[in-house]
């Protein structure tokens, strides 16, 4: 480790004597359109923390009213104990921040661009951006107007990083980015949180959040629905699944089947498919089912988020 993180991980507050962020009643109206509604939501010093949510439901929104970006209709907010708006010029020194959308001047190289934020900083140790390009493959001699979405958030995520802040805030970090290139960039928000760095991590993908996240919250249409562990996670993970066998199968076995929904069954090119949504939880017992009927396929696919929200708000319905 050089002596610049050295130093950097020295100054960071113990995990555990307080609050990276902490709002209370935040609420953002745009006139009769909805906004953010009522979000209170408190992040550990040194945790990574998931904000989950589909496109269009308040992520960046929220983002920007932490950040003081946008002004709350009501509501506070406290980033590392300081209040963001009256503290605003102070929390900037100690975030990292990666707009959903990251575009800068379109004439300045890859290296310009950082060298610049870097000024802002008031210096940063070269070396580690460096080896920063080379982890996600970067070309910092070319302009950002060459570059690809991927690479210009490359660029957005090492000026984030490069200076070790205390509180890393990400709104859908990893687009654009290839798989290897997102494999990579999960290891350097491990390091961060491994010398104490605070992350909040806003994503639309539920197998991102769980891979790297230790608490979650979810958002939906403005409001904080659930916030819990990872583990707590598993209520919402559903499966879509086709069976495909080469003769037709009572459907109502599988209806029966505890964690099954939305059973539909259909005849196609002389093979019968079978249709439904399975929790994690009950994978096991379709699989061993299925094995008991002449089973030619078996295709799962996980869901997206808003199917996964429909799907959890349709049975909790029926459970009601």
């Known amino acids: 480790m050089s002596t610049v993180s050295q130093v950097a991980g020295a100054n960071r507050p113990n995990p555990a004597t307080g609050l990276a962020i902490q709002a209370q009643n935040l609420t953002k109206r745009y006139g009769q359109a909805r906004g953010v509604t009522d979000?209170?939501?408190?992040?550990?010093?040194?945790?990574?923390?998931?904000?989950?949510?589909?496109?269009?439901?308040?992520?960046?929104?929220?983002?920007?009213?932490?950040?003081?970006?946008?002004?709350?209709?009501?509501g506070r907010v406290t980033l590392l104990g300081l209040d963001s708006q009256q503290d605003s010029v102070e929390i900037r020194k100690h975030i990292g921040y990666l707009p959903g959308e990251f575009s800068l001047y379109p004439n300045l190289t890859g290296a310009k661009t950082l060298e610049y934020f870097a000024n802002l900083r008031g210096g940063v140790d070269w070396t580690r951006i460096k080896n920063m390009a080379e982890r996600l493959e970067l070309d910092l001699t070319k302009k950002f107007r060459q570059y690809s979405r991927g690479n210009k958030q490359k660029v957005g995520i090492i000026q984030a990083l490069m200076h070790h802040p205390r509180l890393l805030v990400l709104d859908e970090p990893t687009g654009g980015l290839d798989p290897l290139n997102q494999q990579e960039f999960?290891?350097?928000?491990?390091?961060?949180?491994?010398?104490?760095?605070?992350?909040?991590?806003?994503?639309?993908?539920?197998?991102?959040?769980?891979?790297?996240?230790?608490?979650?919250?979810?958002?939906?249409?403005?409001?904080?629905?659930?916030?819990?562990?990872?583990?707590?996670?598993?209520?919402?993970?559903?499966?879509?699944?086709?069976?495909?066998?080469?003769?037709?199968?009572?459907?109502?076995?599988?209806?029966?089947?505890?964690?099954?929904?939305?059973?539909?069954?259909?005849?196609?090119?002389?093979?019968?498919?079978?249709?439904?949504?399975?929790?994690?939880?009950?994978?096991?017992?379709?699989?061993?089912?299925?094995?008991?009927?002449?089973?030619?396929?078996?295709?799962?696919?996980?869901?997206?988020?808003?199917?996964?929200?429909?799907?959890?708000?349709?049975?909790?319905?029926?459970?009601?």
């Open 39 to 74: 979000l209170n939501l408190e992040v550990r010093e040194g945790e990574v923390f998931g904000f989950l949510g589909p496109n269009g439901a308040g992520k960046t929104t929220t983002i920007r009213m932490f950040l003081n970006l946008l002004k709350p209709t009501s």
């Open 186 to 320: 999960y290891k350097m928000v491990e390091e961060a949180r491994q010398e104490g760095t605070t992350v909040f991590f806003s994503s639309h993908i539920m197998s991102e959040v769980e891979k790297i996240c230790d608490r979650v919250g979810i958002i939906r249409e403005g409001q904080l629905i659930k916030v819990g562990n990872i583990v707590d996670l598993t209520d919402l993970k559903n499966h879509h699944i086709e069976l495909i066998f080469s003769e037709k199968v009572p459907a109502e076995v599988f209806a029966k089947l505890p964690g099954v929904d939305h059973v539909e069954a259909s005849s196609e090119e002389g093979r019968e498919i079978l249709r439904c949504t399975v929790r994690s939880e009950a994978l096991d017992h379709v699989v061993k089912t299925a094995a008991h009927y002449p089973l030619v396929d078996f295709i799962s696919r996980e869901p997206s988020l808003e199917e996964t929200f429909l799907d959890y708000y349709r049975n909790e319905g029926k459970a009601s």
